[in-house]
């Protein structure tokens, strides 16, 4: 593992990590049951309103917490454009979503299992030269009615909500939201944030959570 990658995953939950954000992250992970009741799996789509907000975190974060209390679990790195998934988890980044997307690879082949962390994990494959294209791809329809009858949570990491219109195509999947905002964002971040969430409300009903 290069030092890239070492850096990447000392973020990830394990029993290394500080007592007070293992408990914001179980916190995290109980806000999100309780806001997403009853049977069947549930979709949670996690974006930011900009780079660097720390949503891939989030995102891999609180798959893990969901896996540490016997949930299955799978991780969708959305972000063709800048994924990090598979640098955090230290795994090949293809074949991914994108490849399967066009064909060029089966979706068991696509998902990795990671033992130590207890998820499946679906990285974002090679990088495609329109992500946005792809992600209205008809078969995006078949791969979540397929996962649902396996997971009980999918978890996605999207990209940022103010560069791309990503996010909001894929809405249509998602029970819910969840916005990770830097704290030293400026103070238009907020106003943006509310926006987006009221966007998602009004297009599909879509919670933000």
Known sequence: MNNNNTSRSRHLLSKETPLAVQESYRVLRTNVMFSLPGEGCKCVGVTSPAPGDGKSTT??????????IGKKVILIDCDMRLPTVATAFDISAAPGLSDFLVGQAKIEDAVRRSNTYGI????????PPDATGL???????????????????IIVDLPPVNTVPDAVILSKYMDGFLI??????RPSTGRSTRCFARSIWRMCECWVL
């Open 135 to 153: 992600l209205e791809d008809k078969q995006l329809d078949s791969l979540f009615s397929a996962l649902k009858k396996i997971f009980d949570y």
């Open 120 to 127: 499946s994990i679906l990285p974002a494959g090679n990088l």
């Open 180 to 185: 990770a905002v830097g704290g030293s964002r």
């Open 59 to 68: 995102a891999a974060n609180l798959a893990i917490a969901l896996s540490q």
